[in-house]
């Protein structure tokens, strides 16, 4: 039977974007593990998918793997839209490229990590409806949004790049 690890994870800003911070609780069986993260400059739904990132890689191996968060944004963007996005080149269906998408890629690459033990299943909860570990989350998370500074890094979604033109090579 491979190992199952229950994640709950929060994220938020103040301001949006703004000082930021994440949080992930990991449980694995009787052993608790709490991961916190913050940032000078972002999004909120940003904070909100790394905190499920950082969870995910800071597991030393595979394994079946259920998430826990209030963001609907990262639960259906995992579940029901991040194929469709693959299959038109990272554009949504108004043909606009696809924000975060450096973080989806990643959040893809530690998801498939954890296929061969039974992967990873989401489940969304409302927030500050006092379920514990997700109210511990969200105070982890804001705490770290509070004490975001200048020295702590930027996080914002890069857009999308024009190919550079190439001296002597006429675009076109």
């Given amino acids: 039977m491979s190992e199952h690890v229950i994640i709950h994870t929060d994220g938020g800003c103040i301001g949006n974007p703004g000082p930021g911070g994440w949080a992930a609780i990991l449980q694995f069986g009787e052993h608790s593990k709490e991961l916190v993260g913050r940032a000078s400059h972002t999004t909120n739904n940003r904070m909100e998918m790394r905190a499920a990132i950082e969870a995910l890689e800071a597991l030393t191996r595979p394994c079946r793997v259920v998430i826990y968060t209030d963001s609907a944004y990262l639960r259906d963007g995992i579940t029901k839209w991040v194929h469709n996005w693959q299959r038109k080149g990272w554009r ?22 954890h296929q061969p033990a039974g992967g990873v299943s989401w489940e969304w909860l409302k927030g500050h409806a006092g379920q514990e570990m997700n109210e511990r989350a969200d105070t982890l998370a804001n705490e770290a949004a509070r004490n975001a500074d200048a020295n702590d890094p930027v996080d914002l979604d890069e857009p999308e790049q024009p190919p550079a033109e190439q001296p002597g090579l006429p675009l076109g």
């Fill in 92 to 113: 949504t269906s108004t043909k606009q490229p696809v924000k975060n998408r450096d973080l989806w890629q990643r959040l893809l690459d530690a998801i498939e990590r």
